[in-house]
């Protein structure tokens, strides 16, 4: 079983600003098969990055995905109100897990 | 449009079995080519995939529940249903259904979700 650490647990920032979150696997995610959600409260995830760089459809230029092996970024270049949610990476290599997920709070 | 939508009871006893469906409208299970999955949410807490199923009846479950669970396909109702037995106050959650973006692996990101349905596991 891959586990999925992300930090940091809560981001606290400003509309505007630059979020950076960290996805760690405890072993090597085959393929780069590594896919990153958004979830806002009482809503279900949004899909944004899968292959851990390719955006999916209707997602925004300032999401962006990097990473290979086991270290994976989740980038938003400027964040917008309606960006604050809590951010899910998972893997798909072997089986489907999910990371415990980061908070970007404001600021 | 797809659209998933879970329905069942939102209140299970200790001991005994959650059982949901996940109603698919705007798309076939049978005509198309996609697994479809359970996945839950406890309160406050992470995602957790329980399972995955194919219109033939193809299975794949999480070690972790595999022995709690059985998922089942009913074409002519375009349905899919998920059981979860002997449950404990450990499973209270919301349950999504989902389709994976990409058709003919079961290992695949999420890219339609039902709403989702709270279940709560108490006496």
């Known amino acids: 079983e891959i586990v999925l650490t992300q930090s940091p647990g809560t981001l606290s920032l400003s509309p505007g600003e630059r979020a950076t979150l960290s996805c760690r696997a405890s072993?090597?995610?085959?393929?780069?098969?590594l896919a990153w959600y958004q979830q806002k409260p009482g809503q279900a995830p949004r899909l944004l990055i899968y292959?851990?760089?390719s955006r999916a459809t209707g997602i925004p230029d300032r999401f962006s995905g990097s990473g290979s092996g086991t270290d994976f970024t989740l980038t938003i270049s400027r964040l917008e109100p309606e960006d604050f949610a809590v951010y899910y990476c998972?893997?798909?290599?072997?089986?489907?897990?999910f990371g415990g997920g980061t908070k970007v709070e404001i600021k | 449009q797809l659209q998933l939508q879970e329905s069942g009871p939102g209140l299970v006893k200790p001991s005994e079995t959650l059982s949901l469906t996940c109603t698919v409208s705007?798309?076939?299970?049978?005509?198309?080519?996609?697994?479809w999955g359970w996945i839950r949410q406890p309160p406050g807490k992470g995602l957790e995939w329980i399972g995955s199923?194919?219109?033939?009846?193809?299975?794949y479950y999480n070690p972790s529940l595999k022995s709690r669970v059985t998922i089942s396909v009913d074409t002519s109702k375009n349905q899919f249903s998920l059981k979860l037995s002997s449950v404990t106050a450990a499973d209270t959650a919301v349950y999504y259904c989902?389709?994976?973006?990409?058709?003919?692996?079961?290992?695949?990101?999420?890219?339609?979700w039902g709403q989702g349905t709270l279940v709560t596991v108490s006496s």
């Open positions: 292959g851990a760089s």
């Open positions: 989902a389709r994976p973006f990409v058709p003919l692996v079961v290992r695949a990101p999420f890219d339609y």
């Open positions: 998972q893997q798909y290599g072997s089986s489907l897990f």
């Open positions: 199923i194919y219109y033939s009846g193809s299975t």
């Open positions: 072993q090597s995610v085959s393929s780069s098969y």
């Open positions: 705007g798309g076939s299970i049978s005509s198309s080519s996609y697994y």
